[in-house]
């Protein structure tokens, strides 16, 4: 059984790293937070009681660890000192789409019709964090602040230094902006 957790841990750990980078933009810091999940899903196995899948336990207990080194960071280093990883967009992008921004024939999902069912497929995700990534730095940031973190505004604006009707402002165009890109580049192909 404790192998069983251990591969299914080591097996994880690139979804768990990628949601960690995409949220902290500083790839030492997603590695910790990574590593810290790790161990504490290693530490508290017996605590996991199987009312939700092992990797929605994995994210909650990486989404706490994320929310700590925000508020950390907040408190020790300035919002302007983390970077952008564009050469990891343009990777995403050239291996999901074509130059005209057309579905790669091999990275196509499967199934198109039903919305609901999006969510399940590993691609909808990968097509959603190209979307997130094509977004402005910071207007990313607060979505997945206020929409993955769970974090109020207060919080958000105290983290980011900007006011609070900007920060709706900035929510808002982060969801016509995913939404947009969505629509194009994962649900116009409902009909294909």
């Not at 109020?152 to 016509?176: F, P, Q, Y």
Request: aromatic share 8%; glycine share 6%; with cysteine.
């Amino acid at each position: 059984m404790e192998l069983d957790r251990q591969s299914e841990l080591n097996a994880l750990r690139p979804d768990l790293l990628r949601f960690a980078r995409l949220q902290l933009r500083d790839a030492g810091a997603a590695e910790d937070a990574v590593q810290e999940t790790m161990l504490a899903a290693l530490t508290a196995s017996q605590g996991f009681e199987s009312r939700s899948s092992y990797k929605t336990w994995l994210i909650s207990i990486l989404r706490n660890k994320i929310v700590d080194i925000i508020r950390t960071q907040s408190r020790e280093l300035p919002a302007s000192s983390l970077a952008d990883d564009d050469e990891g967009d343009a990777l995403l992008d050239e291996s999901l789409f074509e130059a005209r921004g057309h579905w790669q024939p091999s990275a196509r999902p499967m199934r198109w019709a039903d919305p609901e069912a999006s969510f399940e497929q590993q691609q909808f995700w990968i097509v959603f964090e190209a979307c997130l990534n094509h977004l402005p730095p910071k207007t990313a940031r607060v979505f997945m602040m206020r929409e993955f973190l769970g974090l109020d505004t207060g919080e958000i604006c105290k983290e980011t230094g900007i006011s609070s009707s900007n920060c709706w402002v900035v929510l808002h165009r982060a969801r016509m902006g995913l939404r947009t890109c969505l629509e194009t580049r994962w649900f116009a192909g409902a009909g294909a």
